[in-house]
């Protein structure tokens, strides 16, 4: 995984979503999508000395994981004696040492952490059984997707949080069932809507209004042209 692959997957993203082709680089993509996304932040491996990528950078020792299960997850030292609780904390903090980059069960995984069960992962946290997924967290069963919160089940989707099943649709917020949508607010069971709150079983409807289909069509084409040239 790297950042070309990383960048296919956000040009599949916007071509599913939008119909268009990806205007962004990148650092762009995330810029304009991600901007409100916990991801991971660039460390120092204090063995290597190169750079490695944590959920939580407070701490100030960090290992690679990958680095830590090739030396056989051994970091014991010859045993000292202990004389007062300072003693024990000196030595506490010199084994410290917080693990970077932990995958398991996982391929092709950059810049994340915290990521099981899962493929093609990019700068995420806390990932599970997904594909191909960039700039997420706290999120499962996703694949072609990004700035993914606290969701499951999301296809071919981009900013969405707190929601399940939810496919080729761009900024969903604590919704479910959710198709070929966009800006879509506490909802269920929409399809072909946008701009639309509070509201369950329907299609074709702009900001909780019912239009025919040809009417709503031209309108999104005109509302993706907009997403993707502001």
Known sequence: MDDNIAKQIADTIIGQI???????????????FAFDIRTTS???????????????????????FQGIIER???MMRPTQPINSIE????????????????????LNVAKSDAIYGSQNIYQCIDIHD???VLFSETSLFCEYSAAIQRSNTCIYSLRV?????????FQVSWSGNITNSMF?????????CMFCS????KRFCIGNMQFEEAEYRKWEKLVKQWILSN
Do not use: C, H
């Open 72 to 74: 056989g997850n051994d």
């Open 130 to 132: 997904s594909k191909n």
């Open 198 to 201: 509070q509201i369950m079983d």
């Open 42 to 64: 660039e460390v120092i491996d204090s063995v290597t000395g190169k750079p490695t990528w944590v959920q939580n950078a407070s701490g100030n020792k960090f290992l690679n």
């Open 184 to 192: 879509i607010k506490d909802s269920k069971n929409l399809s072909d």
């Open 87 to 106: 003693d024990i904390m000196r030595i506490w903090q010199e084994v410290n040492y917080t693990a970077a980059e932990r995958t398991i069960n996982s």
């Open 18 to 32: 939008f119909g268009l082709q990806n205007p962004y680089s990148l650092d762009q993509f995330k810029d304009k």
């Open 161 to 169: 949080d707190d929601s399940n099943k939810v496919t080729k649709s």
